[in-house]
């Protein structure tokens, strides 16, 4: 992550232009070169326009040594300060980045619509339509570490437990974010998107209304839809944008639904595993779900 220093000091540099204008201006030194005779020609003593030179070029002198001293004195501890916040943040960054893409790309694969942002009128019904159904489904997850492939595998998804689960694990970042920023200074603009996932309508749902019980009729459950999931999911994608802008190590994921040959694989893999490793009761139960 990295401050931008031209918007940073974009009117000191303006301002370090005029100066050395004048200075060179007032100067008695011959131009280096001569096409610019014409514009650095120093003014006639005694006259009006050689005082108000005379004066911007101390203006400038001065100018340029507090510009120095600001540099030296706040603006470049600033930065290394920051940095050394920015590099203390990063194993907080790491996972909030991870589940917030979890969390995302699952919508985009369970809506079937993978560029949230645009979504057509029918698209946006699709997803304010959404509800978690009572069948968990077999996923090929595939993982990209920094844009290189990180390599994917199938897994007995439990779709709102895992997308609850993702969002405490958001929240515990945020957490861990807010006790380094108490101590150390850090770019106003990253504070606002923390405080913006921190506070988003998106993540308020997922940690308060999905984890509520199954409403059943009749003995049967009822589909639960949630209010401006569109607008909650369309802001949650572009606060995963904002932060992918700052230079971390990221993954991402991409889901897909697992093949009936790659259930298979998968589960011959996890009965292999079972009998190296008879101890490993959770994968036993996962397997057990999975055939039944």
């Known amino acids: 992550m990295r401050r931008n220093y031209f918007k940073d000091l974009k009117w000191h540099i303006l301002l370090l232009v005029v100066s050395l204008f004048f200075i060179c201006k007032f100067s008695s030194a011959p131009p280096i070169f001569d096409g610019l005779n014409m514009i650095f020609q120093r003014p006639e003593e005694n006259t009006l326009i050689y005082e108000i030179i005379r ?7 001065a100018y340029i040594a507090s510009l120095i001293f600001y540099l030296i004195v706040d603006y470049i501890p600033l930065i290394r300060e920051e940095n050394n916040t920015l590099h203390l943040l990063e194993k907080y960054l790491y996972p909030l980045y991870m589940y917030m ?13 993978s560029n949230i942002q645009t979504a057509t009128n029918e698209e946006i019904k ?9 069948n968990n489904d077999f996923l090929m997850i ?5 844009g290189k492939d990180d390599g994917e595998h199938v897994e007995h998804f439990e779709a709102k437990k895992s997308i609850v689960s993702y969002g405490k694990k958001i929240e ?8 380094i920023l108490r101590g150390n200074k850090i770019p106003t603009e990253f504070v606002t998107i ?15 209304v999905m984890p509520g019980p199954e409403l059943y009729v009749d003995g049967q459950p009822v589909a639960q839809r949630y209010v401006n999931f ?3 999911l369309t802001e949650f994608v572009g606060l995963e944008q904002h932060l992918n802008k700052y230079h971390f190590m990221k993954l991402e994921t991409t889901y897909r639904k697992a093949t009936a040959e790659e259930i298979q694989e998968w589960k011959e893999f996890l009965i292999k595993i079972r009998q190296e490793h008879p101890e490993i009761d959770q994968i036993y139960a996962q397997l057990k779900s999975g055939i039944e």
């Open 55 to 61: 004066i911007a070029d101390n203006l400038s002198l």
């Open 126 to 134: 699709t997803i304010d339509g959404f509800y978690f159904d009572s």
């Open 230 to 232: 569109y607008k909650g």
């Open 142 to 146: 595939k993982s990209v570490r920094n």
């Open 172 to 179: 515990e970042c945020i957490h861990g974010i807010d006790d």
């Open 194 to 208: 923390i405080n913006q996932i921190r506070s988003s309508n998106f993540l308020e749902i997922i940690l308060k």
């Open 101 to 113: 893409d979890k969390v995302n790309s699952y919508f985009k694969y369970a809506t079937g619509i």
